[in-house]
């Protein structure tokens, strides 16, 4: 059946569970626009930021030092032209957040991280996935993505976890890694990443023959 509206898919994961890689299988296989550089891109644009600063801060929390740092660097010399002040960590979650808002009122599409499942929990036709996996199956994954030592692998997933963390609980009240936030939980490490993906739509084709078709 033809479908009438948009849907979404959000995933949210654990560095090393394989979220962009599920994500972009997803969109392939739905054949709907997969949405990650897209979202830093707009913000960017909507911030009058560099989309490599704007990225830096992806889902994480400014410790006061950061902040203060980027405050101070951002005061000119007395015979400087005067110069925007960075963004706040508020002001680029509400900015990431109409621009999701904007791409699924657009067209069908998978968003990956920056709280979607939050974001878009009032969407009709929406469905959450967090993706995790144990320590080993992620540290592994992570040295062979970013070529580390399984030490610097550890120290990342660790800063990762926590960071995300943070940024969710103080966007949302939330906490990131409660199942219960989501439709479908998807532990990667025991049921594999190509596998996952066959378990999203499996899920997913089951809600919209349900709902999602008129």
Not at 33 to 56: G, H, P, T, V, W
Not at 109 to 132: E, K, M, N
Request: contains cysteine; neutral net charge; charged residues 30%.
């Amino acid at each position: 059946m033809k479908k009438t509206t948009t849907f979404v898919i959000t995933i949210s994961r654990q560095l090393g569970s394989g979220g962009a890689y599920v994500g972009q299988k997803i969109a392939k296989r739905l054949d709907i626009f997969y949405a990650d550089r897209e979202i830093i891109s707009k913000a960017a644009q909507q911030l009058s930021m560099i989309e490599e600063d704007l990225e830096s801060r992806e889902e994480k929390i400014l410790s006061f030092w950061d902040s203060f740092l980027q405050v101070t660097a951002s005061v000119p010399e007395a015979y400087m032209a005067p110069r925007m002040m960075p963004a706040t960590d508020r002001e680029l979650f509400n900015t990431q957040t109409e621009v999701i808002q904007r791409i699924v009122k657009e067209r069908s599409a998978v968003i990956l991280g920056r709280c979607g499942f939050h974001i878009l929990r009032d969407h009709p036709h929406h469905v959450s996935v967090f993706l995790h996996g144990d320590q080993e199956f992620r540290n592994r994954r992570v040295q062979k993505m970013y070529n580390v030592s399984e030490k610097d692998a550890a120290k990342m997933i660790t800063l990762s976890d926590k960071e995300r963390a943070s940024y969710c609980k103080t966007f949302t009240g939330k906490e990131w890694a409660d199942a219960r936030n989501y439709d479908i939980s998807v532990d990667t490490g025991k049921v594999g990443i190509d596998k996952a993906v066959d378990l999203i739509l499996e899920y997913f084709n089951s809600v919209e023959n349900e709902s999602f078709c008129l």
